[in-house]
């Protein structure tokens, strides 16, 4: 019996080494491997022509020239094998663009804001001076 639990307990070792093996040999693989910026870069220019299709030039126009210089600078660092800074920039560049986006759309909800707000005192006016009320 105790000879049955020295072998088990060995065997255990050895499975255990092996899977330790397994997973260092799997990380190395995957820390070795480049990143491929490709998506990355496909995703920044979409963000960018969004942001331009959202007018983004009119209402955040330095968050969109932050955004193409990101991207200039990503496509840059893929020229010179700079990849892990390309997937950087590439992302940065892809948020400065979502910003700027986001930037345009809240002038442009604030605008018809201040028109509504305008519309409707324009409307309280009207119906005052029909009814020749005041408040």
């Given amino acids: 019996m105790n000879s049955f639990a020295t072998r088990a307990s060995a065997s255990r070792r050895r499975l255990r080494l092996a899977v330790a093996g397994m997973v260092l040999c799997a990380a190395a693989a995957y820390a070795s491997s480049p990143p491929n910026p490709a998506p990355n870069l496909q995703a920044a220019q979409l963000a960018i022509a969004n942001a331009e299709r959202d007018e983004a030039a009119t209402h955040a126009s330095a968050e969109l020239s932050e955004a193409r210089e990101k991207l200039s600078s990503a496509q840059h660092a893929v020229t010179e094998k700079k990849l892990i800074v390309a997937v950087q920039l590439a992302d940065e560049a892809r948020a400065e663009a979502e ?25 309280i006016e009207e119906m005052q001076r029909k009814t020749g009320e005041q408040r």
């Fill in 99 to 123: 910003l700027a986006a986001a930037r345009s759309g809240a002038a442009k909800a604030e605008a018809v804001n201040q028109d509504m707000k305008k519309s409707t005192a324009t409307l």
